[in-house]
């Protein structure tokens, strides 16, 4: 299993989505599971430093729990995080940028703004039908990244609306709440052509 790492932004805007979404009930249910080392950074995080994985993936696991044992409840609020990370994520010029990206030139960008943010695993596209309105991304080698397959659909969804595109489905296949963290996730997306 990998050692990943990621950017401290995952943190500063997953802990802000926790304050900004759920009670404070609910928020000390999710913090009270965090390990003594990831309770104690909490507040410290750069946006631009680095950081274990562990550190996204506890904070996640709190999110998983407050949703419940039902699969599709956890990953429609894990993604829903996934979506407000990438609005915080988004600078104003980044939103501008996102108006005149296609789907196909964002999902060709998406390999180097993994690596960009991320030590370890990859993001593939498959463009190969894009002028049909679909796309098939996959996450591969996160083996250890608990949840990223939710988050990520979460970011894409995030990306598909700012550039104007009305997604029509999205899937995930390969991560389960059994399995949080398989060796690959496929994304599969339709939009309104």
Not at 17 to 35: G, K, N, P, V, W
Not at 58 to 85: S, Y
Request: aromatic fraction near 10%.
């Amino acid at each position: 299993m990998a050692t990943f790492m990621t950017r401290g932004y995952s943190m500063v805007s997953t802990l802000r989505f926790i304050e900004e979404t759920y009670d404070s009930e609910r928020q000390e249910r999710i913090f009270a599971q965090l390990s003594p080392e990831v309770r104690s950074a909490l507040r410290t995080y750069k946006g631009i430093e680095f950081y274990p994985v562990q550190h996204f993936t506890e904070l996640l696991r709190g999110i998983a729990k407050e949703a419940g044992d039902d699969e599709t409840a956890v990953r429609n609020e894990i993604a829903r995080a996934g979506e407000f990370i990438a609005g915080v994520a988004t600078s104003t010029f980044l939103k501008l940028l996102m108006k005149v990206l296609t789907p196909t030139l964002f999902a060709k960008k998406l390999p180097s703004l993994w690596e960009r943010d991320n030590q370890g695993g990859q993001f593939v596209a498959d463009v190969s039908k894009a002028d049909e309105g679909r796309l098939t991304l996959e996450l591969k080698d996160i083996e250890g990244y608990d949840y990223i397959g939710p988050i990520a659909l979460g970011w894409v969804r995030f990306a598909m609306s700012a550039m104007g595109e009305k997604v029509l489905e999205s899937s995930l296949e390969g991560w389960s709440l059994a399995n949080p963290s398989p060796k690959t996730v496929t994304l599969r997306l339709r939009w309104e052509k």
